[in-house]
Nanobody, 120 residues
Framework: QVQLAESGGGSVQAGGSLKLSCAAS????????MSWYRQAPGKGRELVAY?????????TPSVQGRFTISQVYAENTLTLYQQMNSLKTEDTAVYYC????????????WGHGTQVTVSS
């Protein structure tokens, strides 16, 4: 069974840092795209950053230079990270991990989300 478990959310003041983790299990995720999304109150879900199948990391302009996505694959478990520095109040959202999987990476699994709250 495919499972994604996020952790690392919390409450910080503006300018602070948090590191999110997402442990992916139940499938070989190492060759498909892994992503972080977020959803702020009253807004739609937004793609924040992803690592593509070839290992290239891409992030949305609003977090470039502040957020870093990375992943580690070990012992049949892939862990996706997102280091978030210089946090702003507008970064407040529920952050979701998403993983493509399947023979052609045609399926997508979602985590349950972790809350990040940035106060001024």
């Amino acid at each position: 069974q495919v499972q994604l478990a996020e952790s690392g959310g919390g409450s910080v003041q503006a300018g602070g840092s948090l590191k999110l983790s997402c442990a992916a299990s139940g499938y070989r995720f190492s060759s498909c795209q892994m992503s972080w999304y977020r959803q702020a109150p009253g807004k739609g879900r937004e793609l924040v950053a992803y690592i593509s199948r070839d290992g290239t990391a891409t992030s949305t302009p609003s977090v470039q230079g502040r957020f870093t996505i990375s992943q580690v694959y070990a012992e049949n478990t892939l862990t996706l990270y997102q280091q978030m520095n210089s946090l702003k109040t507008e970064d407040t959202a529920v952050y979701y991990c998403a993983a493509q999987y399947g023979v052609a990476c045609e399926k997508q699994a979602w985590g349950h989300g972790t809350q990040v709250t940035v106060s001024s």
